[in-house]
C-alpha cells in the first residue's frame, strides 16, 4: 500500500502538499483550515517587519480565461505581502502551533537589505515555535522597489549573504524561493545553497500583463485607470515551472545532493504534483489552485497521486523522486540517438517502415500543412 507520507528537511509531513505563500495562508483562520482539511504544510503569508509600508489596492488580481470562458487558466496578482503587524503575526504562530502541535507551520520572511533586520526577523519567529522558514526572494511586483523580494533574488552575490546571515541566526530549516525572472534559475539557486539554505522553492509568479481591455483601452488590472506588471500563475505557467524545476533539480543532483527542492507552478491536480516530483521535487505548493478550488481540493489531490503511485507499484515519493531527470540531453545528443536508430532500422530487413514525416523545411506543402504538423506530434 503506497504512502504520501514524506520527511523534507527533518519536516515530518503526511503528503507532499503544501500551501504557498500568499492569500491562502493570510491569517490563522486560513491555516487552522488548511490544516483541517489535511494538506501536508502550511506556508503562512509572507511577513516583515514592518508591515505600515504594505498598502494594497483593489482589484489587485486578472484573470485569464479558456477560449470558452468556462476554465482560468491565467492569473495574475499584485498583491503585496502581509499588511498585519508583525506582532500580530507573532501572536498567531504560536496559537497555531499550541491549536496544531503536528501540524507544519512554515513562515514566509522579507527584509530589506541589512543584517540586523533579517537576524530579528528570524530570531522572532523562531521563538513562536515556526518549524521552519521560506526565504521570499522572488515577489516580482511592488517590494522590488523597496530592493526587496526578486531585487535580491536576481543577484546571486547579495542572496549567497543574506542566505548566511539567516543560517547564522537559525536552528530550523530554511527554503529560498527563487523568482523565475532570470535568464538561468541555476545561478541564484546555486548561491542560496552556498550560502546554506537546506533547500529550494522554485518558482514564483512570473512577471507578466495579464491583458488589455479592448472596451476602456487600459490594461488590467485596472486601478483608477493605471495597472502595473504583477505576478502570473495557474495552469498556463507549469511548462515554464517544470523546465526551471527541472534545472534546479539537476544542480542539486550535482552539486548539492543532500538539499531539497519544493516544486511550484500551476498544481492543480495529483498528476501535476506527480510530474514535479519525477522531476526532482520534494513537496508540491499549491497557492492559485487554492483560490481556484478551496481548501479541501487537497483531498482528491492525494487520491489521483496515490492512484498514480498503485499503478506504476510506487510504494513512496522517493521510489519515483526525480526518475525523469536521466531523460533530458542536448539537440545534438537527440540528432545523434535519432541518426542511430535510423541507421539502425535500415539495416534490419524486417524493420517496419517509418511514418512519413517532415524531414526538412523544403518538404512542408501548404495543402497538407495540418496533417504534417500533427505527425511530428507527440
Not at 491562502?24 to 503562512?44: C, D, M
Not at 522572532?124 to 511592488?142: I, T, W, Y
Not at 510504494?315 to 536508430?341: I, M, N
Request: include cysteine; charged fraction near 25%.
Amino acid at each position: 500500500m503506497p504512502t504520501l507520507a514524506t520527511t523534507v528537511d527533518g519536516l515530518k509531513l503526511p503528503n507532499p502538499f503544501v500551501i504557498g505563500s500568499g492569500p491562502p495562508g493570510t491569517n490563522l483562520n486560513v491555516i487552522s483550515r488548511a490544516f483541517k482539511e489535511g494538506w501536508g504544510a502550511v506556508i503562512a503569508k509572507t511577513v516583515s517587519l514592518d508591515a505600515s509600508k504594505v498598502i494594497n489596492v483593489t482589484p489587485r488580481y486578472g484573470k485569464l480565461h479558456s477560449s470558452d470562458g468556462k476554465e482560468v487558466i491565467g492569473w495574475e496578482n499584485i498583491e503585496l505581502i502581509s499588511d498585519r503587524p508583525f506582532h500580530l503575526w507573532e501572536q498567531e504562530f504560536k496559537k497555531c502551533k499550541d491549536m496544531h502541535p503536528d501540524g507544519v507551520l512554515i513562515a514566509s520572511i522579507m527584509e530589506e537589505y541589512e543584517k540586523g533586520r533579517w537576524v530579528e526577523l528570524v530570531e522572532r519567529c523562531q521563538a513562536c515555535g515556526v518549524d521552519a522558514f521560506e526565504l521570499n526572494f522572488s515577489c516580482p511586483h511592488g517590494l522590488p522597489e523597496r530592493k526587496m523580494g526578486a531585487a535580491m533574488g536576481q543577484d546571486p552575490e547579495i542572496l549567497e549573504e543574506v542566505c548566511s546571515w539567516v543560517k547564522s541566526a537559525t536552528k530550523i530549516p530554511f527554503w529560498a524561493k527563487m523568482t523565475p525572472n532570470i535568464t538561468h534559475i541555476e545561478d541564484p539557486s546555486r548561491a542560496a545553497l552556498k550560502g546554506g539554505a537546506d533547500g529550494i522553492a522554485a518558482i514564483n509568479t512570473i512577471r507578466s500583463v495579464i491583458g488589455v481591455n479592448l472596451e476602456t483601452l487600459r490594461p488590467e488590472p485596472s486601478v483608477e485607470g493605471y495597472t502595473t506588471p504583477g505576478g502570473y500563475s495557474s495552469r498556463a505557467v507549469k511548462p515554464i515551472a517544470l523546465r526551471m524545476v527541472m534545472e534546479v533539480a539537476k544542480l542539486i543532483e550535482s552539486e548539492f545532493p543532500d538539499r531539497s527542492l519544493s516544486a511550484i507552478g500551476g498544481v492543480e491536480s495529483g498528476n501535476d504534483a506527480a510530474e514535479f516530483i519525477l522531476l526532482g521535487g520534494d513537496t508540491v505548493q499549491v497557492c492559485t489552485g487554492v483560490m481556484k478550488f478551496g481548501y479541501e481540493h487537497v483531498k482528491p489531490m492525494c487520491e489521483q497521486l496515490l492512484a498514480f503511485m498503485e499503478k506504476h507499484k510506487f510504494e513512496t515519493l522517493a521510489d519515483f523522486k526525480g526518475k525523469a531527470l536521466p531523460y533530458f540531453t542536448t539537440h545534438a545528443d537527440l540528432v545523434k540517438r535519432q541518426t542511430e536508430r535510423k541507421a539502425a532500422q535500415k539495416a534490419a530487413a524486417a524493420a517496419a517502415p517509418a511514418k512519413k514525416m517532415v524531414q526538412a523545411d523544403g518538404e512542408w506543402t501548404g495543402d497538407d500543412f495540418v496533417k504534417q504538423s500533427q505527425a511530428l506530434s507527440r
